[in-house]
Each structure stands twice: as C-alpha cells, then as structure tokens.
C-alpha cells in the first residue's frame, strides 16, 4: 500500500510563506499573476480531486486555469486574470465522487488572491455547494437572448441570479432562477454594487430621474448591495426566492394642462420602479478595503453536521509567517432542503466561481485541506515517569528533574487517499528539555508497505 497525503488539523501542516507587502493604492496597470503565484503559501496538488469545466460540460470560455508556484506543478487555481481586463467567468468543481458529505463535521480551508486594485478591484470570488442538475456545468445565467442563454459573469459571481434587466426580473423567484441551484454560497465580494439615483421630493421629477437612469442597461443589474458599507463576505442561497429582495420605488404626481395656470384640474400620475437586492447573511461588512490588497488571505471552514451550521473565519492565518490568528467569524445555519438533499443522501459538489466585470482582478486560490481527502486524528499524552503519573489537569504539578514522557498519536481515520509525506509541527512545552525522540509506527502498516 502506498502513502499519500494527509492534511491535519493538530500538529498541522508545515507552511513556508514567503514576505508580502500590502500595496497601498491600486496600481496603474494590471497586475501580472506570476507575481502572487511566486508568494503563493504551500497547498496540496489539485490533481483529479477537482475538475476545470469545458464546452463538453457545457461552461464555453471558462477563464479559469490550474496554475504552478514556487511548491510544484498544479498549486493553485486562477479564476479571472487581470490582464483580459474584465468579463471573465471562472469555474472549478470537485469531480465525481469527491463531494462533501454533509453527514459528518467536515473542514475547509483555503488560502485566496484577490488581486491588488484595492479600491478599484471586481468583482471577487465565491465558494460554492451545490446539488444543481447541470452538475459540472452550473453556473449562473444570462438570458438576454432568451434563446440562447449563456454563462453570466459581473455582479453575479458566476453564482447568483442575473438581473441584468431591471424591467424582466420583478420577483424574488424569476431572479433566483437563473442562479445555481439547490445550493449554498460564500462569497467574497469586491465590488460594491449599490447605485441608485437620486430621488427628489417632487414626484415629477423623480420619475423623470428613475425613468432616464434605468433606460441605461448598463444601469441595471447594479444594485445587490444596496445597504451594505463596501467590500464584504456573505453567504446565501442563489437559487431560492428567499436570498433576494425585488424594491418598488413609486412617484406619484398630478399632470396639469398647459393652460391650467392655477393648477385646478390636475391628472393624477403614478410611476413604479424596481431592482434587486441580494440579502447577505451572516455578513461580514467592515467598511474597509477587506480583500483586493495584494496579499494572500485565508479561510477556513467548518461544517457542524449535527446543527447544520457553518462557521466560516477570515483571515485566520498570517500570510507572512502562517502562524494562526483570531480572524473574523460568523456561524450560519444552512437549510439542506434548499440544496436539494435528503436523509439518506447528504453528499454535495462544492467548489468556487469568480468573475470580472468592467473592473478586473486576479482572482486565486490555493486549497489548504479539503474534505474526505484524507481524514485524521492527533492526540497527545504526557506522562510523569518518575511519578508514574499522566499529566493531563492544569493542576498538576511536576518537579523539577522528573523524567517525562510525551507521545503524539497520529491516527488516519479514512478518505480518498491514503497518507504520505506527512509533516506535523509539534507544539512542544518549553519547560521541558527534550533529549530524545522516536517514531513507531503499527507493525500492520509496515508489512503493508514492504508486502
């Protein structure tokens, strides 16, 4: 039997990370990818695991590509490039048979590349669950040529509904239709898409105002994150009713005849107007450039399978040194009846969308641990030899020049692979000295490995 890889929670994951500056201000010209790819933090290889969709899939110019860093071949994915300068769509899903079981607690955890446009960056990333039909060929749609539907990129993330007209889409369930359904998103948000146009008092004049802003296409579709302070990290459902919101905005006014000069005999007028809102749960909105600021930053996410939540944490990791921080955390719980699953079938395709619209980025992701890989257990023991004692109580007390003992128990619980080139960073008491240290492994394993 051959080893293969492990990824573990304790005793984790050796990273060497390489400086990052963060830019100050967005650059004046688009950021050549080979840059972040070369500060890239080790991942494991993306291999078979995941999948790149194409024409045969039913996604045509999927823009995203597997790339390679300084750590080996096949490291990283990109998503959007900035140098096409917008309109990309970018797609990845685990392949058949490498879903997640939602059954069991599972762990995520990625290390992702916004591009360095700051303030100017679009549109951002999402990570994805999904149980659509279409399989690996999801992804949100455009249907401007209803006869003819194709990918769609922009506000949309390549995952939510695309109200690309503000006239077609007057509910929350024919926006949520051209979204990826029966699934569950994450996004990272770049852009804020939140302009309206004044509305005066006079009724009059805030017809004229909303009628002449809306005729501009261009105009529509730009209104998700109304509400919301700048770039942000939300999650919701793109394919149900109940993650949008559809705003009616209606003028009232009176008409007078040009030669009413006292305004006696007015004609009453209304006007309606509307546009979509996406309602971000579990957001997590500083008002700050968040993400587009030329570092990589880090996610991790854990699946509570009993309470069916997910907690998701930003910015966890250092991306100079990989040493853990506290980040920011929110905890949703998510309805797997709107992903489509059953008692005896919890397993879903996950992966990620990004997309570019009139503002570009790059848009990367290295994967850290993804579930039912490989799934493990570390446990430690330390022991009092010369007391013969097991110290496991903050209360316990060891003299000084007693003998100790400690073991770390690596146990592999099961997964696709099985374990090799493991590497664990112990955290070792400093009180102690250590002068010696062995590794034993199961005389099973080892027949198996010279058999």
């Known amino acids: 039997m051959k080893l293969r890889k492990m990824m573990m929670g304790l005793g984790a994951l050796v990273l060497a990370v390489s400086c990052q500056l963060v830019v100050a201000q967005a650059t004046s010209m688009p950021e050549n990818v080979s840059g972040p790819l070369s500060k890239a933090p080790r991942g494991i290889k993306i291999d078979n695991y995941f999948k790149v969709p194409d024409e045969s899939d039913g996604i045509a110019n999927n823009s995203a590509k597997i790339a390679d860093t300084d750590y080996g071949d096949q490291q990283a994915v990109q998503l ?110 770049t852009f804020l898409n939140n302009n309206l146009p004044d509305t005066p008092d006079n009724g009059s004049a805030g017809n004229t105002a909303w009628k002449n802003y809306f005729q501009d296409l261009a105009n529509s579709g730009n209104q998700f994150d109304v509400g919301m302070k700048g ?25 007078y005849d040009k030669f009413d000069f006292l305004h006696l005999n007015g004609t009453p007028q209304s006007a309606s107007y509307h546009y979509a809102k996406l309602l971000h749960d579990g957001a997590i909105d500083t008002g700050n450039i968040l993400m587009g600021r030329g570092v990589w930053q880090h996610i991790t996410l854990n699946w509570d399978a009993a309470a069916s939540k997910m907690t998701y944490t930003f910015d966890d990791k250092d991306p100079n040194t990989g040493a853990a921080k506290t980040g920011t955390s929110r905890t949703v719980a998510v309805n797997q009846k709107l992903l489509g699953l059953t008692e005896d079938n919890q397993k879903i395709r996950w992966g990620f969308t990004g997309t570019t619209g009139e503002s570009f980025e790059n848009n990367l992701v290295v994967f850290e641990q993804v579930p039912g890989l490989v799934s493990a257990n570390a446990t430690a023991k330390l022991t009092d030899e010369t007391k013969n004692q097991t110290i496991d109580d903050a209360s316990d007390e060891v003299n000084a020049g007693d003998r100790m003992h400690l073991d770390y128990n690596l146990t592999y619980t099961g997964g696709r692979e099985s374990w090799k080139s493991i ?20 005389m099973a394993i080892l027949r198996r490995l010279v058999g």
């Open 80 to 189: 959007t490039d900035a140098n096409k300068t917008g309109g990309e769509l970018g797609l990845i899903w685990t392949s058949d048979g490498a879903e997640m079981d939602l059954s069991q607690n599972q762990t995520a955890s990625m290390w992702l590349y916004t591009g360095n446009e700051m303030s100017s960056s679009g549109d951002g990333m999402t990570f994805v669950m999904q149980n659509d039909p279409r399989k690996l060929g999801a992804s949100a749609i455009n249907t401007s040529d209803s006869a003819n539907p194709t990918p769609a990129t922009g506000e949309t993330l390549g995952v939510w509904g695309d109200d690309y007209d503000n006239e077609k889409f007057t509910t929350p369930e024919s926006l949520a239709a051209t979204g990826i359904q029966n699934s569950w998103a994450l996004e990272f948000d």
């Open 231 to 255: 770039m942000h990290i939300a999650s919701g459902y793109p394919g149900a009713a109940q993650s949008y919101d559809v705003v009616d905005q209606t003028f009232n006014w009176m008409d």
């Open 423 to 442: 590497q664990a960073k112990l955290n070792l008491p400093s009180q102690i000295k250590f002068s010696s240290a062995r590794f034993r492994m199961p």
